[in-house]
Antibody
Framework: QVQLVQSGAEVKKPGASVKISCKTSGYTFTNFYVHWVRQAPGQGPEWMGVINPDGGATNYAQKFRGRVALTRDTSTTTVYMDLSNLRSEDWATYYC?????????????WGQGTLVSVSS | EIVLTQSPGTLSLSPGERGTLSCRASQNIRTYLAWYQQKPGQAPRLLIYEASKRATGVPARFIGSGSGTDFTLTISSLEPEDFAVYYCQQRDSWMTFGGGTKVEVK
């Protein structure tokens, strides 16, 4: 079965960086785009960007350009999200998610989420 | 950026009642709208895509409709497990989500 398993919770200071992993399994890694979505406490989800595991091409939401980097390792079928220059507003749960088989830019399979806390 | 506005913010209903949730887009998004359900401590779950198509495994009581700028998610008869927060999401121009509608027990 399809699974996306994320790395554990992180506590960071303002100005630091965080790198979250998303280990995928149960499907052909290069066949489906993987997205990153974050959700601040009590807020709706917010799309951050997407990576095509087949070749590694990326697209980022304008809000995060210059601060976020998505990468992948095809040998371990893992996708990574790196967010730099953290500020208090980045305190959120971060999710990786795989597109649905029927259509792109719609997310069917999700990781369990990784809480990133940012505090001095 | 396309803005999605959901209403109402909270819907108070009893099991067995019909729930009607609204999502309005700031510009024409054709039928490129999806609906998700989220329960506390869980990731969102895809319910509807392309405005009206049910995702795999989603019960028939979840009905999506609309096109252009106005969309509706109808839950025909609320089951206890349906009390949750619902989000709409557009894919016409990258991806944005609405602010959510909480369906709570009356």
């Amino acid at each position: 079965q399809v699974q996306l398993v994320q790395s554990g919770a992180e506590v960071k200071k303002p100005g630091a960086s965080v790198k979250i992993s998303c280990k995928t399994s149960g499907y052909t890694f290069t066949n489906f785009y993987v997205h990153w979505v974050r959700q601040a406490p009590g807020q709706g989800p917010e799309w951050m960007g997407v990576i095509n595991p087949d070749g590694g091409a990326t697209n980022y939401a304008q809000k995060f350009r210059g601060r976020v980097a998505l990468t992948r390792d095809t040998s371990t079928t893992t996708v990574y999200m790196d967010l730099s220059n953290l500020r208090s507003e980045d305190w959120a749960t971060y999710y990786c998610a795989r597109e649905d088989i029927h259509t792109g830019m719609v997310l069917f399979y999700w990781g369990q989420g990784t809480l990133v806390s940012v505090s001095s | 950026e396309i803005v999605l506005t959901q209403s109402p913010g909270t819907l108070s209903l009893s099991p067995g009642e019909r729930g009607t949730l609204s999502c309005r887009a700031s510009q024409n998004i054709r039928t490129y709208l999806a609906w998700y359900q989220q329960k506390p401590g869980q990731a969102p779950r895809l319910l509807i895509y392309e405005a009206s198509k049910r995702a795999t495994g989603v019960p028939a009581r979840f009905i999506g409709s609309g096109s252009g700028t106005d969309f509706t998610l109808t839950i025909s008869s609320l089951e206890p497990e349906d009390f949750a927060v619902y989000y709409c999401q557009q894919r016409d121009s990258w991806m944005t989500f609405g602010g959510g509608t909480k369906v709570e027990v009356k």
